[in-house]
């Protein structure tokens, strides 16, 4: 009975400690919600978090932001951190899943259908696509100079750009980088 009840202690006392050493830090604050609006440029951006006051200051979350600037957004969990970028990125070429990357030269753009025609250059691992794609409509266009990057829009493209492209499985680009 006795090692029983020295049994159940112990694993309550574990079980308590695990609890408390699984929070974090809390404290309780004020806030004051007063239909506060997030405004880039000349448009307002809808946010899923409302912003507050709090101290003399107005907090608003971090992500609606900076995407509304074209920013990407990330959270470190392991760091914890909030990593934000400039610019808008997107993932590498996925060839398992029946992505290609190919590079080449702008040669046309049909600004109208968000279509261009590029004259491909070859290594030994390009694979020969229709000259003539089509841009995703989500589809990230990155310009790079060095270590710089940044976001364009795709009636920003112009004839000649030395550009490198990830076409998804139904060759249409969803990434577009362009060097300089």
């Known amino acids: 009975m006795r090692r029983k009840v020295m049994m159940s202690t112990l694993i309550l006392f ?3 400690s695990s609890v408390v050493l ?7 604050i004020e806030v004051l919600y007063n239909s506060i609006k997030i405004q880039v440029g000349e448009k307002t951006i809808e946010s899923d978090a409302e912003p ?6 107005v907090f608003v979350p971090i ?5 509304g600037i074209n920013c990407d957004v990330k959270w ?3 760091t914890k951190t909030v990593l934000v970028k400039k610019y808008i990125d997107f993932p590498e070429c996925d060839y398992l899943a029946g992505e290609l990357f190919v590079y080449g030269m702008i040669t046309e753009i049909d600004y109208d259908n968000r279509k261009i025609e590029i004259e491909q250059h070859f290594d030994d691992n390009s694979i020969e696509v229709t000259p003539l794609l089509e841009l995703n409509e989500d589809a990230v266009i990155l310009l790079q100079r060095n270590d710089k990057k940044m976001n364009i829009e ?3 493209l112009k004839c000649g750009d030395d550009i490198g492209l990830i076409l998804d499985k139904n060759k249409k680009v969803r990434g577009m980088i362009i060097t300089y």
């Not at 699984?22 to 309780?28: D, E, P, S, V």
């Open 14 to 16: 574990v079980l308590l």
């Open 63 to 67: 992500r609606t932001v900076a995407e």
């Open 52 to 57: 507050f006051i709090f101290g003399n200051r």
């Open 154 to 156: 795709f009636s920003d």
């Open 76 to 78: 470190d969990n392991k």
């Open 22 to 28: 699984a929070q974090g830090y809390y404290k309780k």
